[in-house]
């Protein structure tokens, strides 16, 4: 009974703080996000290391640019496989009838 009475009570003065804080922010949407996140327990991604071809990279900007490289090249290659100009790109309808018009392999 105790231990139930304990539970109900942390409950509630959970509740009342978490109220309290987003309260206080008012129209703050920035801080309003922190109180939820907090209260989610939502933790932030974080990709401490990248291996590429056995190299393991720590550094931010080398991640980045790794990454950054990857994802072009990879739009390199559905262009090349799919006989898009990149000039095509800028117009999506040109795309969208060459899409619709492949035939599948």
Do not use: H
């Not at 907090?38 to 720590?58: A, C, F, G």
């Not at 739009?75 to 117009?91: F, K, P, R, Y």
Request: charge should be positive; glycine fraction near 2%; hydrophobic fraction near 35%.
């Amino acid at each position: 009974m105790a231990r139930n009475r304990l539970v109900s009570l942390i409950r509630k003065e959970k509740r009342r703080f978490y109220e309290r804080q987003l309260e206080e922010c008012g129209t703050d949407q920035s801080r309003m996000w922190r109180v939820f996140r907090n209260l989610l327990m939502v933790k932030q991604p974080s990709l401490r290391s990248l291996r590429i071809n056995d190299e393991v990279i720590t550094d931010v900007s080398q991640k980045a640019a790794k990454l950054n490289n990857y994802f072009v090249e990879s739009i390199e290659c559905i262009v090349a496989e799919t006989n898009i100009q990149l000039g095509d790109v800028q117009s999506g309808s040109k795309v969208r009838n060459r899409m619709q018009n492949a035939q599948p392999s």
